[in-house]
């Protein structure tokens, strides 16, 4: 069974830095295209950075830029750099593994001055 656990959320100001993990355990982490999603309040889940197996990476337009996902295959664990942060940001942020179709459970981002 597959289990993601995401940290490094937290307050930030408008203009701030955080980056994201997302630690895997029992996935065929090598071969998996891992996703980072965020939702808002009221607002539907959304796509937000995704990483293939490979490194090949691709961006939703609003964070193209200013987030950066990488993945370090020998620790199973998935980054996401997210820089110059805005108010329209914040959501909880989710992980998940494309192959078995897992999310975490979230970690909040809330950017405030």
């Known amino acids: 069974q597959v289990q993601l656990v995401e940290s490094g959320g937290g307050l930030v100001q408008p203009g701030g830095s955080l980056r994201l993990s997302c630690a895997a355990s029992?996935?065929?982490?090598?071969?998996?295209?891992m996703g980072w999603y965020r939702q808002a309040p009221g607002q539907q889940r959304e796509l937000v950075a995704i990483?293939?197996?490979?490194?090949?990476?691709n961006y939703a337009d609003s964070v193209k830029g200013r987030f950066t996902t990488s993945r370090d295959n020998a620790k199973k664990t998935v980054y996401l750099q997210m820089n110059s942060l805005k108010p329209e940001d914040t959501a909880v942020y989710y992980c998940?593994?494309?192959?078995?179709?897992?999310w975490g459970q979230g970690t909040q981002v809330t950017v405030s001055s």
């Open positions: 998940r593994d494309s192959y078995s179709g897992s």
């Open positions: 029992g996935s065929i982490f090598s071969i998996a295209a």
């Open positions: 990483i293939t197996g490979g490194g090949s990476t």
